[in-house]
Protein backbone atom coordinates (compact mmCIF):
# COMPACT_ATOMS: atom_id res chain seq x y z
CA UNK A 1 0.00 0.00 0.00
CA UNK A 2 1.32 3.86 -0.59
CA UNK A 3 1.77 6.50 1.65
CA UNK A 4 -1.01 7.75 -0.47
CA UNK A 5 -3.22 5.05 0.10
CA UNK A 6 -2.57 4.63 3.76
CA UNK A 7 -3.44 8.08 4.37
CA UNK A 8 -6.58 8.52 2.12
CA UNK A 9 -7.86 4.79 3.32
CA UNK A 10 -7.29 6.16 6.93
CA UNK A 11 -9.06 9.49 7.12
CA UNK A 12 -11.92 8.01 5.17
CA UNK A 13 -12.29 5.78 8.09
CA UNK A 14 -12.00 8.08 11.21
CA UNK A 15 -14.38 10.15 9.13
CA UNK A 16 -16.62 7.38 9.26
CA UNK A 17 -16.18 5.86 12.99
CA UNK A 18 -14.90 2.81 11.50
CA UNK A 19 -11.78 0.04 11.09
CA UNK A 20 -8.92 -0.29 14.19
CA UNK A 21 -7.29 2.50 15.18
CA UNK A 22 -4.41 3.20 12.98
CA UNK A 23 -0.93 2.81 13.17
CA UNK A 24 0.34 5.48 10.99
CA UNK A 25 2.00 8.56 12.91
CA UNK A 26 -0.41 10.71 10.70
CA UNK A 27 -3.24 9.34 11.11
CA UNK A 28 -2.77 9.14 15.04
CA UNK A 29 -2.67 12.86 14.98
CA UNK A 30 -5.42 13.45 13.36
CA UNK A 31 -7.50 10.43 14.91
CA UNK A 32 -7.70 12.56 17.61
CA UNK A 33 -7.87 16.51 16.16
CA UNK A 34 -10.08 18.64 16.39
CA UNK A 35 -9.22 19.36 13.02
CA UNK A 36 -10.85 15.58 12.41
CA UNK A 37 -13.58 16.58 14.66
CA UNK A 38 -14.93 19.87 12.65
CA UNK A 39 -14.54 18.13 8.84
CA UNK A 40 -16.62 15.17 10.44
CA UNK A 41 -19.01 18.13 11.47
CA UNK A 42 -18.82 20.07 7.65
CA UNK A 43 -19.56 16.35 6.16
CA UNK A 44 -22.64 15.50 8.21
CA UNK A 45 -23.61 19.03 7.89
CA UNK A 46 -23.78 19.22 4.19
CA UNK A 47 -25.76 15.93 3.93
CA UNK A 48 -27.93 17.12 6.39
CA UNK A 49 -28.79 20.32 4.34
CA UNK A 50 -29.02 18.69 0.96
CA UNK A 51 -31.45 15.30 2.84
CA UNK A 52 -33.48 18.45 4.00
CA UNK A 53 -34.09 19.92 0.90
CA UNK A 54 -34.87 16.75 -0.87
CA UNK A 55 -36.75 14.99 1.42
CA UNK A 56 -38.82 17.27 3.06
CA UNK A 57 -41.65 15.41 4.69
CA UNK A 58 -39.33 12.64 6.02
CA UNK A 59 -36.91 15.47 7.50
CA UNK A 60 -39.98 17.37 8.66
CA UNK A 61 -41.29 14.05 10.41
CA UNK A 62 -37.81 13.08 11.63
CA UNK A 63 -37.13 16.55 13.29
CA UNK A 64 -40.74 16.44 15.06
CA UNK A 65 -39.45 13.31 16.23
CA UNK A 66 -35.99 14.65 17.47
CA UNK A 67 -34.41 11.99 15.40
CA UNK A 68 -33.09 13.41 12.59
CA UNK A 69 -29.40 14.29 13.19
CA UNK A 70 -28.88 11.09 14.58
CA UNK A 71 -30.43 9.13 11.56
CA UNK A 72 -28.45 11.41 9.29
CA UNK A 73 -25.10 10.65 10.93
CA UNK A 74 -25.77 7.13 11.41
CA UNK A 75 -26.24 6.61 7.64
CA UNK A 76 -23.59 8.72 6.89
CA UNK A 77 -21.13 6.73 8.83
CA UNK A 78 -23.06 3.32 8.08
CA UNK A 79 -22.86 4.12 4.61
CA UNK A 80 -20.61 4.84 1.09
CA UNK A 81 -22.86 8.22 0.62
CA UNK A 82 -23.17 9.40 -3.01
CA UNK A 83 -21.75 12.90 -3.82
CA UNK A 84 -24.90 13.48 -5.92
CA UNK A 85 -27.74 14.95 -4.13
CA UNK A 86 -30.10 12.84 -5.77
CA UNK A 87 -28.89 9.55 -5.13
CA UNK A 88 -27.94 10.42 -1.38
CA UNK A 89 -31.43 11.59 -1.24
CA UNK A 90 -33.13 7.79 -2.49
CA UNK A 91 -30.45 6.04 -0.79
CA UNK A 92 -31.08 7.77 3.00
CA UNK A 93 -34.89 7.97 2.61
CA UNK A 94 -34.44 3.63 1.35
CA UNK A 95 -32.57 2.86 4.51
CA UNK A 96 -35.21 3.95 6.70
CA UNK A 97 -37.41 1.19 5.39
CA UNK A 98 -36.88 -0.73 8.67
CA UNK A 99 -37.66 2.01 10.88
CA UNK A 100 -39.44 1.66 14.15
CA UNK A 101 -41.76 3.77 12.95
CA UNK A 102 -44.34 3.36 10.62
CA UNK A 103 -45.56 6.63 9.67
CA UNK A 104 -41.62 7.17 8.94
CA UNK A 105 -41.62 4.11 6.85
CA UNK A 106 -44.22 5.20 5.11
CA UNK A 107 -44.00 8.77 4.73
CA UNK A 108 -39.91 7.77 3.47
CA UNK A 109 -41.73 4.88 0.96
CA UNK A 110 -43.60 7.72 -0.28
CA UNK A 111 -41.22 10.06 -1.10
CA UNK A 112 -38.93 8.22 -2.39
CA UNK A 113 -41.57 6.99 -5.10
CA UNK A 114 -41.51 10.89 -5.61
CA UNK A 115 -38.02 10.96 -6.45
CA UNK A 116 -37.87 8.11 -8.69
CA UNK A 117 -40.98 9.14 -10.44
CA UNK A 118 -38.99 12.84 -10.67
CA UNK A 119 -35.75 11.15 -12.57
CA UNK A 120 -38.60 9.11 -14.57
CA UNK A 121 -37.68 5.63 -13.01
CA UNK A 122 -39.94 3.06 -13.26
CA UNK A 123 -40.84 1.69 -10.20
CA UNK A 124 -43.86 0.24 -8.84
CA UNK A 125 -44.53 0.34 -5.05
CA UNK A 126 -46.97 0.03 -2.40
CA UNK A 127 -46.93 1.61 0.80
CA UNK A 128 -48.83 0.46 3.59
CA UNK A 129 -50.28 3.33 6.56
CA UNK A 130 -52.04 2.85 9.74
CA UNK A 131 -54.01 6.09 9.33
CA UNK A 132 -54.89 8.49 6.22
CA UNK A 133 -51.95 9.26 3.87
CA UNK A 134 -53.58 12.12 3.23
CA UNK A 135 -53.82 13.63 6.76
CA UNK A 136 -50.44 12.81 7.75
CA UNK A 137 -48.74 14.94 4.69
CA UNK A 138 -50.80 17.73 5.47
CA UNK A 139 -50.29 17.61 9.36
CA UNK A 140 -46.37 17.63 8.70
CA UNK A 141 -46.80 19.98 5.85
CA UNK A 142 -48.54 22.22 8.36
CA UNK A 143 -47.22 21.36 11.80
CA UNK A 144 -50.35 20.27 13.68
CA UNK A 145 -50.57 17.43 15.60
CA UNK A 146 -50.50 13.93 13.07
CA UNK A 147 -53.61 12.14 13.09
CA UNK A 148 -53.37 8.91 15.70
CA UNK A 149 -52.96 5.39 14.16
CA UNK A 150 -56.50 3.97 12.98
CA UNK A 151 -57.26 0.99 15.04
CA UNK A 152 -59.00 -2.85 12.83
CA UNK A 153 -57.91 -0.80 9.28
CA UNK A 154 -54.75 0.16 6.90
CA UNK A 155 -54.65 2.24 3.70
CA UNK A 156 -52.69 0.57 1.09
CA UNK A 157 -51.13 3.05 -1.58
CA UNK A 158 -50.10 1.76 -4.83
CA UNK A 159 -48.28 3.42 -7.07
CA UNK A 160 -48.10 2.69 -10.71
CA UNK A 161 -44.47 1.92 -12.19
CA UNK A 162 -45.59 3.45 -15.39
CA UNK A 163 -46.22 6.87 -17.01
CA UNK A 164 -48.20 8.41 -16.31
CA UNK A 165 -47.52 7.95 -12.53
CA UNK A 166 -51.01 7.17 -10.84
CA UNK A 167 -51.57 7.05 -6.91
CA UNK A 168 -54.63 4.73 -5.63
CA UNK A 169 -55.46 4.50 -2.03
CA UNK A 170 -58.03 1.65 -0.42
CA UNK A 171 -58.89 1.48 3.04
CA UNK A 172 -58.68 -1.99 4.32
CA UNK A 173 -60.23 -3.54 7.18
CA UNK A 174 -57.89 -5.68 9.37
CA UNK A 175 -60.58 -7.08 12.24
CA UNK A 176 -60.75 -10.24 12.31
CA UNK A 177 -64.03 -12.79 13.80
CA UNK A 178 -62.56 -14.80 16.26
CA UNK B 1 -1.61 21.33 -24.86
CA UNK B 2 -2.95 24.41 -24.63
CA UNK B 3 -1.31 26.37 -22.19
CA UNK B 4 -2.79 29.47 -20.28
CA UNK B 5 -0.81 32.05 -21.72
CA UNK B 6 -1.09 31.73 -25.57
CA UNK B 7 -4.77 30.99 -25.00
CA UNK B 8 -4.97 33.84 -23.27
CA UNK B 9 -2.57 36.19 -24.57
CA UNK B 10 -3.91 39.74 -25.17
CA UNK B 11 -7.32 40.39 -22.99
CA UNK B 12 -6.19 43.64 -21.22
CA UNK B 13 -8.72 43.58 -18.17
CA UNK B 14 -9.97 40.39 -16.23
CA UNK B 15 -13.04 39.28 -16.84
CA UNK B 16 -15.71 39.90 -13.71
CA UNK B 17 -17.83 36.15 -13.23
CA UNK B 18 -19.43 34.72 -10.67
CA UNK B 19 -21.52 31.25 -9.72
CA UNK B 20 -25.23 30.67 -11.19
CA UNK B 21 -26.69 27.45 -10.46
CA UNK B 22 -29.73 27.41 -11.99
CA UNK B 23 -33.54 28.44 -10.74
CA UNK B 24 -33.68 31.73 -10.59
CA UNK B 25 -34.08 33.51 -13.61
CA UNK B 26 -34.71 37.14 -11.94
CA UNK B 27 -31.28 36.34 -10.42
CA UNK B 28 -29.86 35.57 -13.85
CA UNK B 29 -31.19 38.56 -15.76
CA UNK B 30 -29.65 40.64 -13.25
CA UNK B 31 -26.39 38.91 -13.26
CA UNK B 32 -25.70 38.87 -17.11
CA UNK B 33 -26.12 42.96 -17.20
CA UNK B 34 -23.26 42.88 -14.83
CA UNK B 35 -20.37 39.70 -15.39
CA UNK B 36 -18.33 38.74 -18.15
CA UNK B 37 -18.44 35.13 -17.32
CA UNK B 38 -20.50 32.73 -15.61
CA UNK B 39 -18.86 29.82 -14.04
CA UNK B 40 -20.81 26.51 -14.05
CA UNK B 41 -20.15 23.66 -11.50
CA UNK B 42 -21.62 20.88 -13.22
CA UNK B 43 -21.89 18.91 -9.96
CA UNK B 44 -24.58 21.23 -8.53
CA UNK B 45 -26.95 20.62 -11.64
CA UNK B 46 -26.96 17.28 -11.62
CA UNK B 47 -30.20 15.35 -12.22
CA UNK B 48 -30.78 11.87 -13.47
CA UNK B 49 -33.08 10.07 -15.82
CA UNK B 50 -33.70 6.53 -16.00
CA UNK B 51 -30.65 5.87 -13.50
CA UNK B 52 -28.20 7.69 -15.54
CA UNK B 53 -26.70 11.12 -14.18
CA UNK B 54 -27.55 13.92 -15.96
CA UNK B 55 -27.04 17.62 -16.05
CA UNK B 56 -30.60 18.92 -15.83
CA UNK B 57 -31.79 20.05 -19.09
CA UNK B 58 -33.84 22.87 -17.70
CA UNK B 59 -30.88 24.61 -16.04
CA UNK B 60 -28.71 24.09 -19.58
CA UNK B 61 -31.39 25.99 -21.46
CA UNK B 62 -31.29 28.90 -18.60
CA UNK B 63 -27.22 28.91 -19.59
CA UNK B 64 -28.11 28.73 -23.69
CA UNK B 65 -30.51 31.62 -22.86
CA UNK B 66 -27.58 33.68 -22.25
CA UNK B 67 -24.72 32.37 -24.00
CA UNK B 68 -24.68 35.28 -26.43
CA UNK B 69 -24.05 37.38 -23.97
CA UNK B 70 -21.81 36.32 -21.07
CA UNK B 71 -18.88 33.51 -21.55
CA UNK B 72 -19.14 30.52 -19.97
CA UNK B 73 -16.85 28.36 -17.75
CA UNK B 74 -16.76 24.83 -15.63
CA UNK B 75 -15.71 24.55 -12.10
CA UNK B 76 -15.93 21.05 -10.96
CA UNK B 77 -16.16 20.25 -7.59
CA UNK B 78 -16.06 15.75 -7.83
CA UNK B 79 -13.65 14.76 -10.12
CA UNK B 80 -11.11 13.29 -7.29
CA UNK B 81 -8.56 14.47 -9.02
CA UNK B 82 -6.36 13.62 -6.47
CA UNK B 83 -8.03 9.97 -5.10
CA UNK B 84 -5.18 7.24 -4.92
CA UNK B 85 -6.78 4.46 -7.17
CA UNK B 86 -9.08 6.48 -9.77
CA UNK B 87 -11.16 9.49 -10.18
CA UNK B 88 -14.32 10.38 -10.64
CA UNK B 89 -15.73 9.09 -14.49
CA UNK B 90 -19.16 9.85 -13.40
CA UNK B 91 -18.22 13.51 -12.92
CA UNK B 92 -16.13 13.53 -16.22
CA UNK B 93 -19.54 12.25 -18.10
CA UNK B 94 -20.93 15.26 -16.67
CA UNK B 95 -18.55 17.18 -18.44
CA UNK B 96 -18.69 15.98 -21.58
CA UNK B 97 -22.14 16.69 -21.55
CA UNK B 98 -21.53 20.31 -20.66
CA UNK B 99 -18.37 20.59 -23.62
CA UNK B 100 -21.13 19.40 -25.98
CA UNK B 101 -23.40 21.51 -25.29
CA UNK B 102 -21.22 24.86 -25.00
CA UNK B 103 -18.50 26.91 -25.69
CA UNK B 104 -16.28 26.87 -22.13
CA UNK B 105 -13.39 29.11 -22.26
CA UNK B 106 -11.56 26.90 -19.74
CA UNK B 107 -12.52 24.31 -17.00
CA UNK B 108 -10.84 23.66 -13.32
CA UNK B 109 -11.11 21.52 -10.17
CA UNK B 110 -9.90 21.06 -6.92
CA UNK B 111 -6.68 19.70 -5.97
CA UNK B 112 -8.09 17.24 -3.52
CA UNK B 113 -9.72 14.07 -3.06
CA UNK B 114 -13.10 13.70 -2.64
CA UNK B 115 -13.63 9.95 -3.10
CA UNK B 116 -11.42 6.80 -1.19
CA UNK B 117 -11.98 3.76 -2.84
CA UNK B 118 -15.31 4.58 -4.66
CA UNK B 119 -16.51 6.22 -1.30
CA UNK B 120 -17.02 9.48 -1.52
CA UNK B 121 -15.74 11.16 1.74
CA UNK B 122 -18.46 14.35 1.97
CA UNK B 123 -16.08 16.39 1.91
CA UNK B 124 -12.45 17.81 0.43
CA UNK B 125 -9.32 16.52 1.58
CA UNK B 126 -6.10 18.11 0.07
CA UNK B 127 -3.28 16.37 -0.72
CA UNK B 128 -0.41 15.86 0.74
CA UNK B 129 2.38 17.72 -0.65
CA UNK B 130 4.58 14.74 -2.08
CA UNK B 131 6.24 13.63 -5.11
CA UNK B 132 3.97 10.32 -5.16
CA UNK B 133 0.79 12.97 -5.35
CA UNK B 134 2.88 15.33 -7.42
CA UNK B 135 3.52 12.46 -9.70
CA UNK B 136 -0.29 11.04 -9.80
CA UNK B 137 -2.03 14.89 -10.46
CA UNK B 138 0.61 15.63 -12.79
CA UNK B 139 -0.48 12.53 -14.75
CA UNK B 140 -4.02 13.34 -14.43
CA UNK B 141 -3.79 17.08 -15.40
CA UNK B 142 -1.99 15.57 -18.82
CA UNK B 143 -4.94 13.46 -19.62
CA UNK B 144 -7.39 16.02 -18.84
CA UNK B 145 -5.44 18.50 -21.50
CA UNK B 146 -5.61 15.49 -24.22
CA UNK B 147 -9.32 15.06 -23.34
CA UNK B 148 -10.70 18.78 -23.29
CA UNK B 149 -9.58 21.33 -25.76
CA UNK B 150 -9.78 24.36 -23.34
CA UNK B 151 -7.02 25.08 -20.40
CA UNK B 152 -7.28 23.19 -17.42
CA UNK B 153 -6.48 25.33 -14.13
CA UNK B 154 -6.48 23.39 -10.24
CA UNK B 155 -7.66 25.49 -7.42
CA UNK B 156 -5.82 25.12 -3.83
CA UNK B 157 -8.42 23.83 -1.57
CA UNK B 158 -8.37 24.87 2.19
CA UNK B 159 -6.51 22.56 4.68
CA UNK B 160 -8.33 21.30 8.00
CA UNK B 161 -6.65 18.05 9.04
CA UNK B 162 -2.90 18.25 10.54
CA UNK B 163 -0.37 18.94 7.76
CA UNK B 164 1.16 15.62 6.64
CA UNK B 165 4.53 14.84 6.28
CA UNK B 166 5.62 16.89 3.39
CA UNK B 167 8.49 17.22 0.94
CA UNK B 168 6.96 20.72 -0.72
CA UNK B 169 6.00 24.41 0.60
CA UNK B 170 2.35 24.82 -0.21
CA UNK B 171 3.04 27.18 -2.87
CA UNK B 172 6.02 24.56 -3.72
CA UNK B 173 4.03 21.91 -4.91
CA UNK B 174 1.61 24.44 -7.21
CA UNK B 175 4.67 24.95 -8.59
CA UNK B 176 6.25 21.86 -9.53
CA UNK B 177 2.43 21.14 -10.88
CA UNK B 178 2.01 23.88 -12.87
CA UNK B 179 5.76 23.50 -14.02
CA UNK B 180 5.43 20.36 -15.14
CA UNK B 181 1.81 20.17 -16.72
CA UNK B 182 1.67 23.58 -18.37
CA UNK B 183 -1.71 24.01 -16.60
CA UNK B 184 -2.82 27.16 -14.82
CA UNK B 185 -3.82 28.14 -11.44
CA UNK B 186 -7.56 29.30 -9.77
CA UNK B 187 -6.48 31.16 -7.10
CA UNK B 188 -9.11 31.58 -4.14
CA UNK B 189 -7.97 34.01 -2.13
CA UNK B 190 -10.30 33.28 0.93
CA UNK B 191 -8.88 30.23 0.84
CA UNK B 192 -5.41 31.42 1.58
CA UNK B 193 -6.68 33.38 5.01
CA UNK B 194 -8.77 30.19 6.32
CA UNK B 195 -5.22 28.74 5.97
CA UNK B 196 -3.83 31.66 7.39
CA UNK B 197 -6.25 30.98 10.64
CA UNK B 198 -6.38 27.65 10.50
CA UNK B 199 -2.92 26.46 9.57
CA UNK B 200 -0.87 29.66 10.14
CA UNK B 201 -0.26 29.68 6.19
CA UNK B 202 1.85 33.23 6.23
CA UNK B 203 0.35 34.59 3.01
CA UNK B 204 3.33 36.96 1.91
CA UNK B 205 5.82 33.95 1.57
CA UNK B 206 3.36 31.92 0.32
CA UNK B 207 2.91 34.86 -2.97
CA UNK B 208 6.39 35.45 -2.60
CA UNK B 209 7.03 31.73 -3.96
CA UNK B 210 4.21 30.63 -5.88
CA UNK B 211 4.50 31.60 -9.93
CA UNK B 212 1.88 33.82 -10.25
CA UNK B 213 2.01 33.70 -13.90
CA UNK B 214 0.36 30.34 -13.71
CA UNK B 215 -2.67 32.51 -11.88
CA UNK B 216 -5.89 32.06 -14.64
CA UNK B 217 -8.67 32.65 -12.03
CA UNK B 218 -8.90 34.24 -8.56
CA UNK B 219 -11.93 33.36 -6.32
CA UNK B 220 -13.44 35.58 -3.69
CA UNK B 221 -16.17 35.02 -1.23
CA UNK B 222 -17.12 35.38 2.41
CA UNK B 223 -17.41 32.35 4.56
CA UNK B 224 -17.93 31.98 8.43
CA UNK B 225 -15.97 31.64 11.47
CA UNK B 226 -17.22 28.40 13.17
CA UNK B 227 -15.74 26.81 16.49
CA UNK B 228 -12.35 28.76 16.02
CA UNK B 229 -12.29 27.90 12.32
CA UNK B 230 -12.96 29.91 8.98
CA UNK B 231 -14.43 27.80 7.07
CA UNK B 232 -15.29 27.91 3.38
CA UNK B 233 -18.47 28.49 3.50
CA UNK B 234 -19.35 30.95 0.86
CA UNK B 235 -22.50 32.25 2.74
CA UNK B 236 -21.65 36.06 2.70
CA UNK B 237 -19.99 38.71 0.48
CA UNK B 238 -15.77 39.34 0.37
CA UNK B 239 -14.00 40.93 3.79
CA UNK B 240 -12.46 44.04 3.16
CA UNK B 241 -9.56 41.79 4.17
CA UNK B 242 -9.79 39.89 1.32
CA UNK B 243 -10.56 42.74 -1.27
CA UNK B 244 -7.12 44.51 -0.06
CA UNK B 245 -5.60 40.86 -0.45
CA UNK B 246 -6.80 40.36 -4.31
CA UNK B 247 -5.60 43.74 -5.30
CA UNK B 248 -2.55 42.78 -4.80
CA UNK B 249 -2.35 39.97 -6.38
CA UNK B 250 -4.39 41.36 -9.30
CA UNK B 251 -1.29 43.65 -9.71
CA UNK B 252 1.52 41.07 -9.50
CA UNK B 253 -0.49 38.46 -11.82
CA UNK B 254 0.31 38.89 -14.90
CA UNK B 255 -2.08 36.07 -16.80
CA UNK B 256 -4.90 36.53 -14.67
CA UNK B 257 -7.95 36.39 -16.86
CA UNK B 258 -11.10 36.62 -14.49
CA UNK B 259 -12.27 36.85 -11.21
CA UNK B 260 -15.20 35.28 -9.82
CA UNK B 261 -17.24 35.90 -6.65
CA UNK B 262 -18.60 32.69 -5.43
CA UNK B 263 -21.65 32.38 -3.03
CA UNK B 264 -23.62 29.12 -2.62
CA UNK B 265 -27.07 28.79 -3.58
CA UNK B 266 -28.05 27.75 -0.59
CA UNK B 267 -27.05 31.25 0.68
CA UNK B 268 -29.01 33.62 -2.48
CA UNK B 269 -31.76 33.81 -0.03
CA UNK B 270 -30.06 35.16 3.02
CA UNK B 271 -27.73 37.07 1.25
CA UNK B 272 -30.87 38.65 -1.46
CA UNK B 273 -30.36 39.39 -5.04
CA UNK B 274 -29.39 43.02 -4.51
CA UNK B 275 -26.67 42.18 -2.03
CA UNK B 276 -24.77 39.41 -4.75
CA UNK B 277 -25.34 42.07 -7.67
CA UNK B 278 -23.79 44.92 -5.32
CA UNK B 279 -20.85 43.14 -4.43
CA UNK B 280 -20.36 42.38 -8.40
CA UNK B 281 -20.26 46.10 -8.92
CA UNK B 282 -18.03 46.53 -5.79
CA UNK B 283 -15.56 44.08 -7.14
CA UNK B 284 -15.64 45.31 -10.62
CA UNK B 285 -14.41 49.08 -8.98
CA UNK B 286 -12.15 47.99 -6.64
CA UNK B 287 -9.86 44.69 -7.57
CA UNK B 288 -10.32 44.78 -11.37
CA UNK B 289 -10.00 48.59 -11.44
CA UNK B 290 -6.45 47.42 -10.21
CA UNK B 291 -5.64 45.99 -13.77
CA UNK B 292 -6.50 49.43 -15.31
CA UNK B 293 -4.84 51.35 -12.64
CA UNK B 294 -1.80 49.78 -13.97
FE1 LIG C 1 -13.78 25.97 -5.77
FE1 LIG D 1 -12.89 28.82 -4.71
Known amino acids: MT ?3 LQQRGVLNLLKCRGTP ?13 ELAMLRKIAIWWRTFQIEAQCRQTSRLLKRLGSFEALVTDYFNRNATSPFIEELSRSFLRSLEKHNDPVVRAVSQLEYAALNAQARLPEASEILWD ?8 AIESGAELPPA ?15 FTLTCTRESTFEVS | MPGF ?3 FGGWPVPALATTYEGGDPALLERL ?6 LEIAPDTIVGSERGQYILRPEVLDEYASVSSRVGLIAHGIGLSIGSFDQWNHDYLRLLDELFARFDLQWHSEHLACTVVAGESLGTMLSMPRTQEALDLVSRRVELLQKLYPVPFLLEHVIQLLPDAPAEFTPAGFLNAITSRTGCGLVLDVYNLECDAHNQGLHIPAFLDELNLAAVVEMHLAGGVQYEGFQLDIHSSITRESTVTLACEIVRRAPNLRAVTFEY ?8 GHDAICGELQRLRQTVLRQAVLQ
Open chain 1, 3 to 5: QLE
Open chain 1, 22 to 34: PGDPWLRLVEGSR
Open chain 1, 131 to 138: RHPDLVCR
Open chain 1, 150 to 164: EPDCLYRLRISGSQP
Open chain 2, 5 to 7: EAA
Open chain 2, 32 to 37: VQLVDL
Open chain 2, 264 to 271: LKEAVGLL
